[in-house]
C-alpha cells in the first residue's frame, strides 16, 4: 500500500499552557482532496499553521513524503514542495498583481507565471492592478496563485469560501478541482461543508482540537450527524 503524501500522528500543539489539538490523526493521499470541517476556534488554523511550520508541535509526528516535518522551519518544507493558501488572503494589498505573484516564487523565479495565470484569467487582466483594489473573489484566487507559482506537490488551503458571495464560492471550488487535476494534492480546512463535501475524496470533522469522525467524503455527505450539525439537518 502506498504510503501518504502527509501523514499526520498524535499532533498535540499547545498555546503556552493551552493544548489547542489533542492527538491528531490525519493522512492526505498522493492526488487527493482531504478536507478538515469545523466550526470556528475548533483547531483549524492551529492545524493548518503547524503542518506549514508556522507553528511547533508539543508532541506527535508529521511526515511529507516520507520526511518527518514537524518543526521543521517554513521555508524548509516549502522547499520540499508544500505550500499554503492562508485564511484571510494575507495579499501585499499595496502591491500590484504581479508582484504578489513574483513574491510567492520566490527563488523558483517566474517560471511557473505563465502557467499559473492561464488557470486564473482574470488574474491575467488585472497584472498591474493593486492587489488592494481586487474584489473579494479575485483577492481570493490571487492568495491560491501565489500559493502556486513554486509548483507545490501539497497545497495547504485555509477558508478559501471565507467571506464570499455563493457564485464566487462555486467558482473557486471548481478552480480547487482543477488545480487537482494538474497533479496537485490538496489540504483543505473550510466552514462551508456542502461545498467541501461536493470536491472531497475524503473528509475528517475537528471537534474542540480532535478529529471526532473522518472516512469518504461520499459517506460523510450521507451521515445524519454531518447532516446536523453541518447541512442545515438534510443530508445531500
Avoid at 483547531?43 to 520526511?67: C, D, E, N, P, W
Amino acid at each position: 500500500m502506498t504510503a501518504p503524501l502527509l501523514s499526520i500522528a498524535d499532533l498535540h500543539v499547545a498555546m503556552g499552557p493551552q493544548e489547542i489539538l489533542h492527538g491528531v490523526r490525519l493522512d492526505v493521499p498522493e492526488g487527493a482532496i482531504v478536507a478538515v470541517l469545523g466550526s470556528n476556534g475548533v483547531g483549524k488554523t492551529t492545524l493548518m499553521r503547524t503542518v506549514s511550520g508556522i507553528y511547533r508541535a508539543k508532541q506527535g509526528t508529521i511526515t511529507f513524503r516520507g520526511q518527518p516535518i514537524a518543526n521543521m522551519p517554513a521555508h524548509r518544507i516549502v522547499q520540499l514542495g508544500l505550500s499554503q493558501a492562508p485564511e484571510g488572503r494575507q495579499i501585499f494589498s499595496n502591491m500590484n498583481v504581479r508582484e504578489n505573484l513574483v513574491l510567492g516564487g520566490g527563488d523558483v523565479g517566474l517560471g511557473e507565471l505563465d502557467r499559473v495565470l492561464a488557470m486564473f484569467p482574470i488574474l491575467s487582466e488585472r497584472l498591474r492592478q493593486n492587489a488592494g483594489s481586487l474584489s473579494g473573489g479575485e483577492q481570493q484566487m490571487l492568495c491560491i496563485a501565489r500559493a502556486l507559482m513554486r509548483r507545490p506537490s501539497l497545497l495547504l488551503l485555509d477558508e478559501p469560501s471565507l467571506g464570499l458571495a455563493p457564485k464566487i464560492v462555486a467558482q473557486i471550488f471548481d478552480l480547487i478541482v482543477r488545480i487537482r487535476a494538474e497533479g496537485v494534492s490538496i489540504l483543505l480546512v473550510e466552514q462551508n461543508a456542502r461545498a467541501a463535501l461536493r470536491i472531497a475524496d475524503h473528509a475528517a470533522v475537528l471537534e474542540d482540537g480532535r478529529i471526532v469522525l473522518s472516512g469518504p467524503a461520499d459517506q460523510l455527505r450521507d451521515d445524519p450527524r454531518i447532516a446536523e450539525a453541518y447541512l442545515g439537518g438534510h443530508a445531500h
